[in-house]
């Protein structure tokens, strides 16, 4: 095969390690995107259920948001000071979400949460976190623990992720099982004089937390004087315009944002309670207390006009109303086709992102995603991306520019995948 995406990845082999940029198979190589479709560079399409893990919400290229960045583009890129169109979004991080007093920007969610760790660490002068089996909260050392462990360790003893982490942080971490307040709360009341923190994310992957699961966290957290951060990087103006807060109705103390408020440009945020955020000001808590954070695109003013336009366009109204119909309609198509076919699934999720689990256990912990069918998983995958759906391992993102057209293009790829998932 001599395709021009075959030498691309020829050379991708070469001079990246694994032939990728770490994220996605290298052997798919996007060359544009638009509304909710995207062509590889052989001029296949394809539905985006991947939306670039998430960013492009509004779907790709939209040409308000276009507008918009290039607008600024023509003005100057980057100025490592304040500017306006950052200063501006911060107001609409504000004025959006419930926790958010004040806002700071970092460039990635990796970097968000662990500045939001950090501020919850010199707040309290504690140093342990709480994080949650399964629970992503992107690439530090203190989150590559508990991650995605492949035997699961023993509550609340730490596994690390990854190569290349020092030992000594397991001894700042604590790990609880997802959707389990009574294990919460027994690990909060004990750690309690030495916890800066806990952190979740109030829809772990594709898990709903279950009806009063977060409340309950909160609770707890506010009960023993430990702050509550919420990991917003995907649910932020997603699940709804202020965020998984708005959604379930519970607000934390620090929240960390990124993919959609930065427009398909990188940028992110820490934002939450002003006691709390005044430790990223030296002249409110002194220089003992004073929390260091530099970032050469902090605000970046392209990333603030994309994410600026990008929200206008959710306010919008009707604009969750239409995710979040599409989304339900795709999952009780996939669970009834899957149903249909005699193969034990689980449609786990929550508008506007969902996936099947390959089991007939209900998903409620990271744990019960184990029991699923990994290798029918990959497979489902592999047959529907030759049929034209792109999309993550284990994720469907849906954009409020997904068509009609593209919905049954994909119900009718469900139905010839799941066919010959059957032989
Ligand atoms: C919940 C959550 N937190 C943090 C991150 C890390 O964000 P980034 O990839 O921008 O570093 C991600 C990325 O997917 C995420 O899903």
Redesign the pocket.
């Given at each position: 095969m001599d395709t021009i995406e075959s030498n691309v990845f020829e050379t991708a082999k070469r001079v990246l390690p694994g032939g990728t940029f770490g994220n996605f198979p290298g052997e798919v190589i996007i060359r544009e995107g638009k509304a909710g479709r995207v062509w590889d560079e052989n001029g296949k399409e394809y539905v985006d259920y991947l939306l670039g893990?998430?960013p492009m919400l509004v779907g790709h290229a939209h040409p308000e948001v276009t507008e918009a960045a290039q607008a600024q583009i023509a003005k100057g890129t980057t100025f490592f000071a304040n500017n306006r169109l950052g200063i501006e979004l911060a107001e609409a991080i504000v004025d959006a979400v419930p926790c958010a007093e004040q806002v700071r920007f970092v460039?990635?969610?990796?970097?968000?949460?662990l500045y939001a760790m950090r501020a919850a660490r010199a707040f309290t002068r504690r140093d342990k976190i709480l994080k949650f089996e399964g629970?992503?909260?992107?690439?530090s050392d203190y989150?590559l623990m508990s991650l995605a462990p492949k035997r699961s360790g023993n509550f609340p003893m730490p596994v690390p992720d990854s190569a290349g982490i020092p030992k000594s942080v397991r001894e700042d971490m604590i790990i609880a099982p997802f959707n389990d307040a009574e294990a919460v709360d027994a690990l909060v009341r004990e750690h309690k004089d030495d916890l800066a923190g806990v952190i979740v994310?109030p829809f772990?992957?594709i898990i709903p937390p279950e009806p009063g699961f977060l409340a309950a966290v909160r609770k707890i957290t506010a009960d023993n004087g430990v702050p509550l951060i919420f990991?917003?990087?995907?649910?932020g103006f997603r699940l709804a315009y202020g965020g998984a807060q708005e959604y379930y109705g519970v607000v934390p103390d620090l929240c960390?944002l990124?993919?959609v408020i930065g427009g398909g440009f990188?940028l992110?945020a820490i934002a939450g309670k002003a006691e709390i955020m005044a430790h990223f000001d030296k002249s409110k808590v002194g220089d003992e207390n004073y929390l260091v954070q530099i970032g050469t695109l902090s605000g970046n003013p392209v990333a603030a006009a994309a994410g600026l336009a990008t929200m206008a366009i959710l306010k919008r109204p009707g604009a969750y109303e239409r995710i979040h119909g599409t989304e339900r309609e795709l999952m009780a198509t996939l669970g009834g086709l899957l149903r249909e076919a005699g193969i034990p699934a689980q449609i786990s999720g929550e508008p506007p992102l969902f996936d099947v689990v390959f089991t007939d256990q209900k998903v409620r912990d990271y744990r019960d995603t184990l029991s699923g069918d990994a290798e029918l998983m990959r497979r489902f995958n592999a047959l529907l991306r030759e049929r034209g759906i792109l999309k993550g391992e284990s994720k469907y993102y849906i954009s409020l520019a997904h068509t009609d057209e593209d919905i049954a293009f994909t119900i009718d790829a469900w139905k010839s995948a799941i066919k010959e998932l059957k032989v």
């Open positions: 893990s998430g460039s990635s969610g990796t970097e968000a949460d629970g992503y909260h992107g690439m989150s994310e772990q992957r990991d917003e990087v995907v649910t960390t990124g993919k990188p992110a």
